[in-house]
């Protein structure tokens, strides 16, 4: 199977209702730690990268390691930009072989939002790429990007006239998610889900998926959330397991590179895993 389109993945997870992680990796190693959980549990999965993460790798040298690891991997996976309101990332990206990208736009009007969003479609398409589109912010910052002021939501119209006007692959709506960690549990808007979807037929994309309980993520994906993000959780997994580690080795007084590269890919590895059984992405045959 291997990499494939970000449509030919969230169109079958809406369609018999099953989230696909979409999880931002930092380096080479949480890289191929989230790819390892994609082939252990034979799921599906939407590598993310954020524009601080493009600009601080190089996407060259990311577009090369995302080639040379996923040379013969026998699940379906696909490369997307996050978060991206600067058009000339995009522009990059989508030269060296990103999958997908999300124009975050959502600091504009609608209607110019909705202009731009038309003529990145239409560069997405000339690659062979696809387009997450987005009008209202997700509350929290994330990697530079975002405000921690509440979200404005759209009507359902507006929201309607943006995905059939732009020509979106997949819509995300503000509906009581945050990126970040949550200091309680938000009271999310289901409803307005499932009203997109039956006013649109597009996936939809649940950001901020951090810190959800499974009952909220059992309910959100049957309405039709098939791209479900998680950033957080892998930030605070890789962090956590490097400390961790270095505090034992600084008692031991064993320092050994390897070692730590292995115990943090396994914790990384597991964190991935975890949030694809969670979504029921586990074990699906392509």
């Keep these: 199977m ?14 018999e209702r099953y989230g696909v ?8 190693l949480t890289l191929e730690s989230v790819l390892a959980a994609a082939v252990e549990r034979r799921s ?19 577009s090369a390691m995302w080639r040379a690891m996923t040379a013969g991997i026998e699940v379906p996976v696909s490369l997307h930009l996050d978060h991206c309101p600067e058009r000339a990332v995009i522009t990059e990206c989508l030269a060296r072989g990103w999958n997908s990208v ?20 239409a560069e997405a398409r000339a690659h062979g790429a696809h387009v997450e589109g987005e009008i209202e912010a997700i509350t ?4 530079g990007v975002g405000s921690d002021e509440a979200a404005h ?15 979106v692959d997949v819509f995300a709506p503000s509906i009581g998610n945050a990126h970040g960690v949550y200091s309680a549990e938000p009271h999310l808007d289901g409803q307005r889900v499932s009203d997109l979807v039956a006013a649109t037929g597009v996936p ?20 039709g959330c098939a791209k479900v993000n998680v950033s957080t959780a892998l930030k605070m997994t890789y962090m956590q397991s490097n400390l961790a580690f270095l505090r034992e ?19 990384v590895t597991a964190m991935a895993a975890g949030y694809a059984d969670r979504f029921g992405s586990t074990g699906r045959a392509w």
């Excluded at 992680?21 to 080479?28: M, R, S």
């Design 204 to 223: 939809i994309a649940l950001h901020g998926g951090t810190g959800l309980t499974d009952a909220q993520f059992a309910d959100l994906i049957a309405r």
């Design 21 to 28: 992680p979409a999880i931002n990796i930092v380096n080479d």
């Design 44 to 62: 599906p999965m939407i590598v993310q990268t954020s524009v601080k993460t493009v600009k601080s790798i190089g996407s060259d040298v990311l």
């Design 249 to 267: 080795a600084e008692t031991q007084h064993k320092w050994d590179p390897p070692s730590l590269f292995r115990h943090v890919a396994a914790d």
């Design 140 to 143: 929290g910052v994330e990697d």
């Design 153 to 167: 939501r759209q009507t359902l119209d507006v929201s309607v006239h943006f995905i059939e006007t732009s020509g």
């Design 2 to 15: 291997g990499v494939v389109s970000l449509k030919e993945i969230v169109d079958r997870a809406m369609r």
């Design 102 to 121: 999300l124009f975050d736009a959502s600091t504009l009007p609608v209607a110019e939002n909705l202009r731009q969003t038309v003529e990145v479609v």
